[in-house]
């Protein structure tokens, strides 16, 4: 079993559709990061979170410490948004991140 | 603030062949990591360096994998000879402080290299 799981490993929505997608650990944190990839192969940083809730625009992270849970939404999705999406956890015992598989999103016009 | 650095941006050799990719990592951030990413998977932590020494080399294929970062500012990753399953994006990404994830984590565009 993977430390870290997202789902679903593929999503495709209709512009303008709330979307979500979930990331599970199983191991202790310090922090948790939703990134996001492009067909080009960049990674960018969307979110760095610990504790709660963050927005930034039109997507939403939230974390659940307890449950080892986390979601990243997008609101009134475009196809833009289209992109891998992957979760990463930096792990309490060290200092590297383990990363999920990520989430292929496709948003069609 | 300039980002993370990478080149070449895409490269095409043939097994057995040599190849390089160089990364030059935000001003000031001392952990510089080079990652492995296969199609269809997560990325994979190859080598983090502390300045100019290794943390953390234990997923690094040595017999044909050598990264060097010797004044502790950019750094190179080898792969000599290239086989076909090399065929990935290597992303390299740095952070502040003392091997602290969590501060400033950045990454690099990536190289995406294929093995013919």
């Known amino acids: 079993k993977n430390e870290v799981e997202q789902s679903p490993q593929n999503l495709t929505a209709q512009e303008g559709e709330f979307i979500t997608i979930n990331c599970s650990y199983s191991?202790?944190?310090?922090?948790l990061h939703w990134l996001q990839q492009h067909p080009g192969g960049g990674i960018v940083s969307l979110f760095m979170?610990?504790?709660g809730k963050k927005k930034h625009g039109r997507l939403i992270a939230t974390i659940n410490i307890q449950e080892k849970h986390s979601s990243l939404h997008i609101t009134a999705s475009h196809p833009r948004d289209s992109a891998v999406y992957i979760c990463?956890?930096?792990?309490?015992?060290?200092?590297?991140?383990?990363f999920g598989e990520g989430t292929q999103l496709t948003v069609n016009p | 603030e300039a980002g993370v650095a990478q080149s070449p941006r895409y490269k095409i050799i043939e097994k057995r062949q040599s190849v390089a990719f160089w990364c030059n990592p935000i001003?000031?951030?001392?952990?510089l990591y080079w990652y492995q990413q296969i199609l269809g998977q997560g990325p994979k932590l190859l080598i983090q360096?502390?300045?100019?020494?290794?943390?953390?080399d234990s997923q690094l294929p040595k017999d044909r994998f050598s990264a060097e970062r010797l004044k502790g500012v950019d750094s190179t990753l080898k792969i000599q000879p290239a086989k076909l399953e090399d065929s990935a994006v290597y992303l390299c990404?740095?952070?502040?402080?003392?091997?602290?994830?969590?501060?400033?984590?950045?990454f690099g565009s990536g190289t995406r290299l294929t093995v013919v």
């Open positions: 990404a740095s952070s502040l402080g003392k091997g602290q994830v969590n501060y400033g984590y950045t």
């Open positions: 360096f502390q300045n100019n020494g290794v943390v953390d």
């Open positions: 979170l610990s504790s």
């Open positions: 990463a956890v930096g792990e309490t015992s060290g200092s590297r991140l383990t």
């Open positions: 001003s000031g951030h001392a952990t």
């Open positions: 191991v202790g944190i310090s922090a």
